[in-house]
């Protein structure tokens, strides 16, 4: 007779198994918390560099920081990747790209090419 | 049950048009700190004086809000299964979303009254 096989329903991530494609997928969800994260920086920012002369300053003094470079690299990171995750997303939406190796194909290269983008551009700003 | 299934459906497509609009500007706005970054305070306040710029960035914030907010929110649903603990943390984002968009609006209006 055949037996239904017990199929764990869980989100342990620990647990799960992670092909290309999860881990493109989880750093999507990790790229967006941080950036979500820096949001009241970033507004923090906004509004010191807009207060006067002296806290634009300061402002471009923190970006040339070494702190200031390493949170800008990594911002930079997480909006390539969420940024490319998310254009792979909505392709597959319109069901572009859902065949099986061209999907893998594409999660790699999402999860690969947003870094040197971030490094460029990041060594370009 | 339908209700559910329609108020899914509208965070998703709300997700996906703050994409777009939340991609193409902060696209255009890493070319514009490579290009022409802004050199002195008045000149960048000057810059986002402009209506149409603070008018692109308000909406820059507004999507950016809501988009984080349907984003956070389906982590939180998707981790965090002790009711109270998750219903605690989709109020204090809300209301931290709430503050940063109030504060954003605050900041750049400030710009234009010069």
Not at chain 2, 67 to 82: C, E, T
């Amino acid at each position: 007779m055949m037996t239904t096989k017990q199929r764990p329903i869980h989100l342990d991530l620990r647990r799960i198994r992670m092909p290309i494609n999860a881990i493109t997928s989880i750093g999507h969800r990790i790229s967006g918390v941080l950036i979500f994260l820096l949001m009241p920086v970033g507004i923090f920012l906004l509004d010191l560099s807009l207060m006067g002369p002296d806290g634009f300053a300061t402002v471009v003094a923190l970006f040339n920081s070494f702190l200031g470079k390493a949170i800008l690299l990594l911002l930079m990171w997480a909006l390539m990747h969420h940024l490319l995750a998310g254009l792979r997303c909505i392709s597959i939406d319109i069901h572009l790209g859902v065949e099986k190796p061209f999907f893998l194909k594409t999660a790699r290269i999402v999860l690969l090419v947003a870094f040197p983008i971030a490094f460029l551009l990041w060594v370009a700003l | 049950m339908s209700g559910r299934r329609v108020s899914g459906m509208q965070a998703w497509a709300l997700q996906r048009i703050t994409a777009v609009y939340l991609a193409l500007y902060i696209t255009y706005m890493i070319g514009f700190f490579i290009i022409a970054p802004p050199v002195s305070h008045d000149a960048w306040q000057l810059w986002i004086g402009q209506p149409h710029v603070s008018m692109a960035m308000l909406l820059f914030f507004g999507a950016l809000l809501f988009h984080a907010w349907v984003g956070i929110r389906n982590i939180l649903i998707d981790y965090i299964k002790p009711f109270g603990l998750r219903l605690t943390l989709l109020i204090l984002t809300g209301l931290g979303l709430m503050a940063c968009g109030a504060w954003s609006l605050e900041v750049v209006m400030s710009a234009r009254i010069v």
